[in-house]
């Protein structure tokens, strides 16, 4: 009798034994999934080769100062025009301020003081 309770308790206990494994190894998977999608693998490879990082980030660098230089000037080249256009059109507020400018732009690029 004492012997069939206590395989009953050896078989409570591994059945208790499988139970807590299977929750370990579903958050384990869990936890891969998660590293796998933060790619951490590739970060790690980054921080083992610093040559490559040290390539992205001037590749990444110069790719951003070519766009915010490209971008400027086709903010600057936009405004200018409609600057120009309203400079044409002669209205006596917007005419005068444009005039200044041109006048401003014009010493500077002669080396003269305004």
């Given amino acids: 009798m004492v012997s069939i309770t206590k395989d009953a308790d050896e078989k409570q206990e591994l059945n208790a034994l499988r139970a807590s494994l299977n929750a370990v190894d579903r958050q384990l998977h869990q936890v891969a999934k998660d ?33 915010i230089a490209l971008g400027f000037t086709v903010f600057a080249a936009t405004i200018l025009y409609v600057l120009r256009l309203l400079g044409a059109l002669n209205l006596p507020i917007i005419g005068d301020f444009v005039a200044d400018l041109v006048r401003v732009v014009q010493a500077q690029l002669e080396g003269k003081m305004y």
């Avoid at 790690?44 to 100062?65: D, K, Y």
């Fill in 35 to 67: 590293m796998e999608r933060a790619q951490i693998r590739d970060y790690i490879e980054l921080l083992n080769r610093p040559f490559r990082l040290i390539w992205r980030n001037f590749l990444s660098g110069t790719a951003r100062g070519v766009g």
